[in-house]
């Protein structure tokens, strides 16, 4: 069974950091582009970061170029996504998928998602 878990989650002040972690299960997360996506209370999904299988190509949404990073270790069968100068609408719910890099688009595969709160 293929699953994705998020991790590394919490509660920061603003202009903090946090290293998201996104681990699979069940399948090889080398063979396939991986994103992460995030949810704010009473607003719609949206692409934050996806990167790509083999060459390691990266997109970003404008909102959190500069100061977010998505990578893989392949090894580990994990991506990340560094987080810096971390604002407040950057609340939300984070989740991890399979994506398709260019139009930061979510496809089949999603985790159970992990909560990133910066108060105002």
């Known amino acids: 069974q293929w699953r994705l878990v998020e991790s590394g989650g919490g509660l920061v002040e603003p202009g903090g950091s946090l290293r998201l972690s996104c681990t699979a299960s069940?399948?090889?997360?080398?063979?396939?582009?991986i994103g992460w996506f995030r949810q704010a209370p009473g607003k719609e999904r949206e692409g934050v970061s996806c990167?790509?299988?083999?060459?390691?190509?990266?997109n970003y949404a404008a909102s959190v170029k500069g100061r977010f990073t998505i990578s893989r270790d392949d090894a580990k069968n994990t991506v990340y996504l560094q987080m810096n100068s971390l604002k407040a609408e950057d609340t939300a719910v984070y989740y991890c998928?399979?994506?398709?890099?260019?139009?930061?688009?979510?496809?089949?595969?999603w985790g159970q998602g992990t909560q990133v709160t910066v108060p105002s």
């Open positions: 069940g399948f090889t997360l080398q063979y396939h582009s």
């Open positions: 998928a399979t994506c398709i890099v260019l139009r930061l688009q979510g496809m089949n595969y």
């Open positions: 990167i790509s299988t083999k060459t390691g190509t990266t």
